[in-house]
C-alpha cells in the first residue's frame, strides 16, 4: 500500500500563500491520479484539485485560478501551491493517489487563514 505524507500547513494571513507537499512511498510515475481534497469543520469533504498521469490538471471553481498542482517524479512528490488564500480556504487538505489498486490518502495538515 502506498504511504503518503503531507507537510507545509501552517496560519497565514489572508492574501498569504503556502505550498503544500505530498510526499510517496514509491515512484508516483505510475499513478493514474494524485491530488487534494479538503475539509473544512463542520463540511464535507471536497475536492480541490487533481494531476493526472498525461500531466492534465484540473482545479475546483472555488480555487481555480489561486491554486496550482504539481509533482516532481524525480522527488516523488506533488505539491499544491496556494496563493491569495481566504479565510474559506480554512481546511484539513488530504493528498490522494489512485492506481491498479485503489486509493490511497495522506493523514492531512492543517491550513488555517486568519488575521
Known amino acids: 500500500q502506498v504511504q503518503l505524507v503531507e507537510s507545509g500547513g501552517g496560519l497565514v494571513q489572508p492574501g498569504g500563500s503556502l505550498r503544500l507537499s505530498c510526499a510517496a512511498s514509491?515512484?508516483?510515475?505510475?499513478?493514474?491520479?494524485m491530488g487534494w481534497h479538503r475539509q473544512a469543520p463542520g463540511k464535507e469533504r471536497e475536492w480541490v484539485a487533481t494531476?493526472?498521469?498525461?500531466?492534465?490538471?484540473h482545479y475546483a471553481d472555488s480555487v481555480k485560478g489561486r491554486f496550482t498542482i504539481s509533482r516532481d517524479n524525480a522527488k516523488n512528490t506533488m505539491y499544491l501551491q496556494m496563493n491569495r488564500l481566504k479565510p474559506e480556504d480554512t481546511a484539513v487538505y488530504y493528498c490522494?493517489?489512485?492506481?491498479?489498486?485503489?486509493?490511497?490518502w495522506g493523514q492531512g495538515t492543517q491550513v488555517t487563514v486568519s488575521s
Open positions: 494531476i493526472r498521469k498525461s500531466g492534465g490538471t
Open positions: 490522494y493517489s489512485t492506481d491498479y489498486r485503489g486509493s490511497s
Open positions: 514509491q515512484n508516483i510515475f505510475s499513478f493514474n491520479a
